[in-house]
């Protein structure tokens, strides 16, 4: 059974960082390009990242390039999200998601992805 877990949500200022981590079992990471999404109140789902199976390429959304940065650790079966001068409108609810396919456009869309965590909530207060 796959199982997507995200960690590292929290309370956090205007400005400040947090790390997110997406902790994967029951798959083997290294077969699949994983990503972060978003979820705010009253929102659709949005697309933040991806990164690709072996880490070498990553593509953002514009509004998170310079403050957010996607990486990997394939031996930990971990994927993470270090967010960096957090705005109060960076706050919602992260999901993570793997899928087989490196595509930002796909990914960008977001509707179809393999498989899906339940989230960690980030809030940011101003």
């Known amino acids: 059974q796959v199982q997507l877990v995200e960690s590292g949500g929290g309370l956090v200022q205007a400005g400040g960082s947090l790390r997110l981590s997406c902790a994967a079992s029951?798959?083997?990471?290294?077969?699949?390009?994983m990503g972060w999404f978003r979820q705010a109140p009253g929102k659709e789902r949005e697309f933040q990242a991806v990164i690709s199976r072996g880490g070498t390429r990553t593509s953002y959304v514009d509004s998170v390039k310079g403050r957010f940065t996607i990486s990997r650790d394939n031996a930990k079966n971990t994927v993470y999200l270090q967010m960096t001068s957090l705005k109060p409108e960076d706050e919602a609810v992260y999901y993570c998601a793997a899928d087989p396919i490196y595509d930002p456009r796909r990914w960008g869309a977001g509707n179809d992805m393999d498989y899906w965590g339940k989230g960690t909530l980030v809030t940011v207060s101003s």
């Open positions: 029951g798959l083997t990471l290294s077969m699949y390009a």
